[in-house]
């Protein structure tokens, strides 16, 4: 793949590897990030994209290739590269002792700074659920509150790995609105998901990963379009409404945090 022009990118990555013993998981992988984008990777399990990831964000050590975030080299200054980040997890795990006003303020501690908890949680419409602990949330709120921790610091980028897994329609609809005031915002989102029309409403961008390697990039649209180029063609089944808009329609979008 091409060198990534790095004009207007946020993030950087050339010739990205990374081997476990003689496996390699992720092959020669350049990409870039621009700045303001939601930028998807989509990918099958082991594809690799997660790795590539934990790589970005510090959280593992390439073998090879360089990566920039925010113009710095995350190996020569990986403290810097964390501060300017944030990551919400998959399974994020809080401690059970602590409610949701102390856990921000826990969050802001490891930055040095100090934030204002009620104005973070009225951002994911958590106000009500200050003095809750974490644990007994729903999933949507674990959820929300989740993205709300990797805000604390104000990041320039924020990695999202598979955010509505395991969430209810009206949870999913509430958190991609969510991400959207997020990229309003002017916050770089990087997101995973194994959802397609998670990644169709949300990126901008897509990288698709199989076996290490990027197989393509480009937006949604454009890459719908170079498929029917190839001739590719489906049974077209002319429906208006699918059954999530019935549960929709029948239940209502607004939430149902318990």
Avoid at 27 to 38: P, Y
Avoid at 110 to 129: F, G, R
Wanted: glycine share 6%; hydrophobic share 40%; with cysteine.
């Amino acid at each position: 793949m091409a060198k990534p022009d790095s004009k207007n990118a946020i993030i950087v990555v050339e010739n990205l590897v990374k081997k476990f013993g003689d496996f390699t998981a992720v092959d020669g992988v350049s990409f870039e990030v621009h700045e303001g984008e939601v930028f998807g990777i989509l990918g099958p399990n082991g594809a690799g994209k997660t790795t590539t990831l934990e790589i970005i964000e510090t959280l593992q050590k390439q073998t090879d290739g360089s990566i920039t975030v925010d113009g710095i080299n995350t190996i020569e200054h990986p403290w810097e590269v964390k501060a300017r980040i944030g990551v919400q997890l998959q399974q994020a795990n809080f401690y059970p002792e602590l409610n949701l006003i102390e856990l921000l303020r826990m969050f802001a501690a490891m930055y040095d700074i100090e934030v204002k908890p009620m104005e973070m949680l009225k951002k994911v419409q958590l106000e009500d659920k200050a003095k809750s602990y974490a644990n007994k949330l729903s999933g949507g709120q674990r959820q929300r509150f989740s993205i709300a921790t990797t805000l604390v610091n104000n990041p320039r980028v924020i990695f999202l790995d598979e955010p509505t897994t395991g969430l209810d329609p009206q949870a999913r609809i509430n958190l991609w609105e969510m991400i959207r005031e997020i990229k309003k915002s002017g916050t770089t989102v990087v997101l995973t998901t194994h959802y397609m029309e998670e990644a169709e409403q949300l990126c901008d961008r897509l990288a698709i990963m199989d076996h290490g390697k990027i197989v393509k990039i480009g937006t949604p649209k454009q890459l719908i379009t170079d498929l029917l180029k190839t001739g590719f063609k489906k049974e077209v089944k002319v429906q208006e409404a699918n059954l999530e808009d019935v549960f929709i329609s029948l239940t209502g979008r607004h939430l149902r945090d318990e």
